[in-house]
Each structure stands twice: as structure tokens, then as C-alpha cells.
């Protein structure tokens, strides 16, 4: 955490803790953690990592502690849709009646509030010229322009994870959360996802990543954060994914959270 | 000045009614002679417009019950609304009003027992609407007749009167509205909650808005189908679009479509055999999605069929 400060931070928290209905889920999380890096977020199944997406997202509330992102607060972040989001596998309903395509506008609603104007008020196809175009362009970036018109359960594994990918690029953000992107992706949607992570980095722009996958880890990640019920350590791929700093954190979880 | 607002608006509304009413007889008249027939009588007029009304708002709402998996929900709302119908009718007030506090309250109580007991969502929505629906039996049984408490428990459509259909009208105009002007802000909060808490809207608002709309559809329906089965007009219709549908506009239509055709087709052999009008209507809207599940694209039907071309 010796980072020159002169860095903006993409995530922030302080004394972060988040509970569901008084279990507590993270506990003294505390992170700097500077923009414009790609981030992998690993740890033990029931650490904390989706729970700490969903703090980001704003989607859960922490019971204490402040978190900030891209220098705002979670509220004004959320506003202003910098942070986009990823949804895993289990976390949508694949057979909801929705195109690729209305998928991929909807990265757009927020920008379209933003705008002002009539136009927000009405349903999506309303929308207005502009908006498609983006959808249009943030299509084409992830390959999925030609299953625009298709049902989302139609699609294979790594096909779905695109249309994600292609809703945040929609969306404009300048951080953007991953729940296990690689999971139950074939080799084909695995290096185009990789590619726009590593390019939307090379941008300046900030991605933070939940992953089992360590090796991606090790090829991708500047920076990798071990969540174990609180942080259990933050370093760079080869520090963190040494055989000692995992046995750390993957052993804390049992041991129940860190002690004060 | 409120009862100023409140008496035009009732005037504009019994207008617009009228019109309605009007161009429903033209529109009848069109029909065989034998299905007309019953169709003379003001009272099935109106009863038929406010079944349309019902079927229509029924359907867009059963969208979202069917696809947030809010069946259950929807059930406890409809029975937890009962206690507050029964008070508001006793003292004068608006029945919406009513409906709206004991909704409201008893979502609170389910939410409370949830955070406070060990007690899961299911047990803690049971106990909530079944305590309020029991409630509301005791104080209708103290101040009114059992006829009248079958009325709100069951229905009754034929005893509509030009004052509830201009409420019902009302009531289901703000229903299309809303859904029409935050249709949006629906959609990303039914299918991805955290997308939608992401880019800014209000997750927590929109989830209440929603149970609002219901309890306003279920407050619309009570006449016609009655507290007890107007869950069926809130899951049947859009679950028979599901089978259907792969986008949710064309999923609403359908929806909409079965809504209206179980609720006409329901009044009029409810009148025919002289038979509830609320179980009848149920009735007919199962049998449109018994018949579309067994010819939808994955029913038995077509299965059959591509096996034998196969």
C-alpha cells in the first residue's frame, strides 16, 4: 500500500463491514486500490468477493465504514454510471424474455437520464438514434452484432458473458466488476473478453475482477486482492499467488474472521 | 378544494365512462343476436367494461409477477388488503386508502419477522397475510352481512356501479401509466437488480413502486374476481405469455390478450349458467393456458408432430 498518492483511487473503503440480516460477510475491509489497473479479486467460495461487488454497485448498503470509487461517493458514482457490472452465471434468469440487443440498450439508460429530456420517460425504443448507435458499436467490439436479435437463453456460455461485456461498454463506465467472467467460457469468447479487459486498461480504465482462474490471474492481473471474510492481502500476482500468502487466505476462512 | 378535485374528477370519469359504455353497446350490437342478448342490460355493460379493465391491467402486472417470481407475494398482498377494505368501508373512507395502509402494513410486519426472528420469507409472508385475512373476516363479519362478505371475498361484477367503474377506470389508467413511463426502470430491476442499482436508479424504490401497482390492481380487481382469486388474474395470464413470448413488450400483449378474453368470455357464461362470475373467469383463463401450453413451441403437440415428420 506504498502507492504515491498522487495516483487517483478507483476503489476506496475504509473499515468497510457488510452483514446479511446480522451475519457479518466482510469486516475491516480496507483498500486502495489505484485506477487504471487490472485488479483480480481471489479467495475461498463464501469470502465475501460478490459481496463486496454488490457495496460497489451500491445494490447492498455496508453496516459501517466509507467507501468511495473512481473519488466519488457510492451515490454520486452511481449518478454519474461509472461503475458497470457483471453479472455471474447464477445471478441472472436465462430464460427472461429479453433480446441481446435490449440487453445491451439498457448500458444505456443511465447515460440516457443523464441527457435529461422526454425521451428517458418513454420505453426503450424511444430511446432516440445516438443510444442505438453505441449499442449498435458496443456490439460489434465483443462480436455479438449478429445474435442482436436473439432471446438471451439462446445463447452459449460465452456468448451470454458478451452481452455483459458489451452492456458495460454501453454504459461508458470507468470501473467495471466482474463476477467470475471466465467461468464456463469456451477458448474463443475467453480471448476476446481478455483482449477488451486488457485494451479498456490500456485506456486508463479500471477493472476489477472476481476469479477462481489463477492463471489468468498470473497473465493478466497488475494487482491482486485476497478476500477471507476481511483483506487478507493485496500484492502483485507473484506475491499473491505464492504458495504461503494463499495458504493464508484460504485458511483464515476456517478460523472464522480475523480477531481486532 | 379536495372534494372540488374529487367531484370533477368523478364527473370527467363518469364522461369518459359513458362514452365507453356507449361504444361497448355499438360494438355489441355488431354481434349474433344470442350472444348480444344479455348485453341489453346496463348492469352487464358495465360489468363487461370493468371485466376488460380488470383483464387488461391484470395482464400487464402478471408480466412481472410471473417473471420477479412473485406469486406468493401477490397472494399475501391480496388477502393482507381485506382488513383495511373492511375499516375503510367503515368509516367512510376510500377503499384504495384502506387497502394501501394494510397492505402496506403487513409487507412492514413480514419484513420485520425477517429481520428480527430466524423466521424464512415464506413461513414469515404466510403468518403476516393469513393474521391480516383473518383480521378482515372478523371485523366484515362484525359490521356487515355474509352476503356482502362473499361479495369481497368472491366478487361481483353484475352488482357494479357507475361509481366503482369510474374508480376502476381511474385506478387501472394509473396502473398503464406507470408502467408505461417507468417501463425501463421495470425491466432492469426485474431481470438485473444490480445493473439497474449500478447506473443509478433506486433499487429499494422501484421494488415498493412495484408492490404499490400491485396492491392498486389488486384494489381495481376486488370487485370483479373477488380478494381470493384474483391471484389467478395476477399469474395465469402471464404465465401462459411466458410459453410464448421471447421479448417482453410482445410477452405484455399476450399477457393483456388472455386477461381480456378470460374476463369477457368468463362474465358471459357466468351469466349464461348462472354461475360466480370471479371462478368462472379463473376458469377460463386455465383453460387458455392449458391449450397454449399444449400447443406451444416445447408442448406435447408440436413434439408429437416434429416426431412424426422426423
Given amino acids: 500500500m506504498n502507492q504515491p498518492v498522487t495516483v487517483p483511487l478507483a476503489i ?66 452511481r449518478r454519474a454510471n461509472a461503475v458497470a457490472y457483471v453479472p455471474q452465471e447464477t445471478d441472472i434468469d436465462w430464460t427472461f424474455p429479453i433480446t441481446v440487443q435490449d440487453v445491451v440498450l439498457s448500458g444505456r439508460y443511465g447515460r440516457s437520464r443523464q441527457a435529461g429530456g422526454w425521451r428517458y420517460w418513454l420505453p426503450p425504443r424511444f430511446i432516440g438514434a445516438s443510444h442505438r ?21 439462446a445463447l452459449s456460455g460465452g456468448q451470454k458473458k458478451r452481452v455483459f461485456i458489451a452492456r458495460s461498454i454501453a454504459q461508458e463506465a470507468e470501473l467495471l466488476l466482474l463476477d467470475e ?21 490500456g485506456r486508463g480504465k479500471s477493472v476489477l475482477m472476481v476469479t477462481h482462474d489463477l492463471p489468468t490471474v498470473r497473465d493478466c492481473a497488475d494487482r491482486v486482492v485476497l478476500v477471507s471474510r476481511t483483506i487478507a492481502g493485496v500484492g502483485t500476482p507473484d506475491e499473491m499467488l505464492a504458495p504461503e500468502a494463499l495458504e493464508k487466505g484460504y485458511h483464515l476462512i476456517e478460523r472464522g474472521p480475523a480477531q481486532p | 378544494m379536495i372534494t372540488m378535485l374529487h367531484n370533477g374528477l368523478a364527473a370527467v370519469g363518469t364522461w369518459w365512462a359513458e362514452r365507453l359504455l356507449d361504444w361497448l353497446a355499438w360494438l355489441i350490437a355488431w354481434l349474433p343476436e344470442s350472444v348480444a342478448a344479455p348485453f341489453e342490460y346496463q348492469f352487464m355493460l358495465r360489468a363487461l367494461l370493468t371485466s376488460m379493465v380488470v383483464g387488461v391491467v391484470c395482464g400487464v402486472l ?4 410471473v417473471l420477479k417470481r412473485w406469486a406468493l407475494l401477490g397472494d399475501a398482498i391480496s388477502h393482507a388488503v381485506l382488513p383495511g377494505v373492511a375499516l375503510a368501508y367503515l368509516l367512510g373512507l376510500p377503499v384504495l386508502l384502506g387497502a394501501f395502509a394494510s397492505g402496506g402494513l403487513t409487507a412492514l410486519g413480514i419484513g420485520f419477522i425477517q429481520r428480527n426472528t430466524r423466521i424464512k420469507e415464506d413461513s414469515a409472508m404466510g403468518l403476516m397475510f393469513t393474521a391480516a385475512f383473518a383480521l378482515g373476516i372478523v371485523i366484515i363479519s362484525r359490521i356487515a352481512t355474509s352476503t356482502h362478505l362473499m361479495h369481497i ?30 417501463y425501463k426502470h421495470l425491466l432492469v430491476y426485474t431481470f438485473d437488480p444490480s445493473h439497474a442499482s449500478a447506473i443509478g436508479l433506486s433499487t429499494g424504490a422501484i421494488h415498493y413502486g412495484l408492490m404499490l401497482l400491485l396492491t392498486l390492481t389488486i ?27 421471447h421479448r417482453l413488450p410482445r410477452m405484455m400483449w ?36 392449458v391449450l397454449v401450453g399444449l400447443v406451444s413451441p416445447v408442448g406435447p403437440v408440436r413434439r408429437q408432430l416434429r416426431r412424426r415428420a422426423a
Fill in chain 1, 181 to 201: 467472467p471466465l467461468a464456463g467460457v469456451d477458448r474463443h469468447s475467453e480471448q476476446i473478453i481478455i483482449d477488451y479487459l486488457r485494451a479498456f486498461v
Fill in chain 2, 254 to 289: 399476450i399477457a393483456v390478450a388472455v386477461g381480456v378474453v378470460s374476463s369477457t368470455v368468463g362474465l358471459y357464461f357466468s351469466f349464461r349458467l348462472d354461475v360466480a362470475s370471479g371462478g368462472m373467469m379463473v376458469l377460463v383463463a386455465f383453460a387458455i393456458f
Fill in chain 2, 219 to 245: 384494489v381495481t380487481s376486488l370487485e370483479t374476481v373477488g380478494v381470493i382469486l384474483v391471484v389467478a388474474m395476477l399469474i395465469i395470464p402471464g404465465a401462459t405469455a411466458s410459453l410464448v413470448s
Fill in chain 1, 12 to 77: 476506496e473503503a475504509r473499515g468497510v463491514a457488510a452483514d446479511y440480516s446480522g451475519v457479518i460477510a466482510l469486516d475491516q475491509v480496507d483498500l486502495q486500490l489505484p485506477s487504471g489497473r487490472f485488479i483480480a479479486v481471489i479467495g475461498p467460495n463464501g469470502a465475501g468477493k460478490s459481496t463486496l461487488l454488490k457495496l460497489l454497485t451500491g445494490l447492498k448498503k455496508p453496516l459501517r465504514g466509507g467507501l468511495r470509487v473512481c473519488g466519488m461517493a457510492i451515490r454520486a458514482a
Fill in chain 2, 62 to 65: 402478471s408480466c412481472y409477477v
Fill in chain 1, 133 to 153: 448507435a453505441l449499442t449498435q458499436q458496443a456490439m460489434e467490439a465483443v462480436q455479438i452484432a449478429g445474435l442482436a436479435h436473439r432471446p438471451i437463453g
Fill in chain 2, 153 to 182: 371475498l368472491f366478487g361481483n361484477v353484475l352488482g357494479v356501479t357507475m361509481g366503482t367503474l369510474v374508480t376502476t377506470l381511474y385506478a387501472g389508467l394509473v396502473a398503464l401509466l406507470a408502467v408505461f413511463f417507468f
